[in-house]
């Protein structure tokens, strides 16, 4: 079992960072089309908080109909390669919108919602698609919901801090994008490398009926 919860904790930090990192990032990202001001930072918060609500749900409904760590695996997978390729699309995405948008407010929103909807709320899945997989297991797993959420709290807490203080003073932005967009997608394919749903004795639907 200790390679189940070494995967759960993997996950679940690697992704809590991840998408902590991309919302101090996109600032970055944002700046050159639509400026500095409050109204970036306003577009940010709200574009990520409305992610993270469709990805909670989603991830919950999903983990009820095939709760299996393979399939929040290929999701993350799709959203690794989504990260990686944000360097070389929200250049002319954003000169796009900002050229068409005189308000910057509704140009931020859309640029975020375009470049980031699909990877943070694929990210955002992780924890409530790990809780369904702890419900679904018919034995004691060891982990909580309580447990998954403070893992992933501890994860995005590294990423935020290790980003503003010591990786954008480093290294440029759109590396640090790909830099971590490869590593979502080395955690992924560990995953499902891993076969982690062997371990778990998850009942089929007509079981639990």
Known sequence: MQIVYGVFILLLVSFGAVVMSLEILSSNLMSPYFGG???????IISSFMV???????????????????????AFLVLCSLWVILIPAFHKPL????????????LGSLIAMNLIFLVPV?????????????????????????????????????????????????????????VGLGIICLFVSLITLALRV?????????????
């Open 94 to 105: 954003c000169e796009f919108i900002s050229d068409r948008v005189v308000d910057v407010r």
């Open 37 to 43: 001001s409050i109204y970036i930072w306003g577009s």
């Open 51 to 73: 992610h993270f609500s469709i990805g909670y749900i989603l991830g919950g409904h999903l983990s009820r109909r095939r709760p299996r760590i393979s399939v929040l695996a």
């Open 121 to 177: 709320s694929i990210m955002a899945m992780v924890s409530p698609y790990i809780i369904g997989i702890i419900a679904a297991w018919r034995r004691q797993s060891g982990f909580t919901a309580g447990m998954v959420l403070f893992i992933s709290t501890v994860g995005s807490f590294a990423g935020t801090n290790a980003t503003a203080f010591y990786l954008i003073g480093l290294f440029p932005v759109s590396r640090i994008v």
């Open 197 to 209: 749903d062997r371990r778990i004795r998850i009942p089929d639907a007509n079981d639990c009926a």
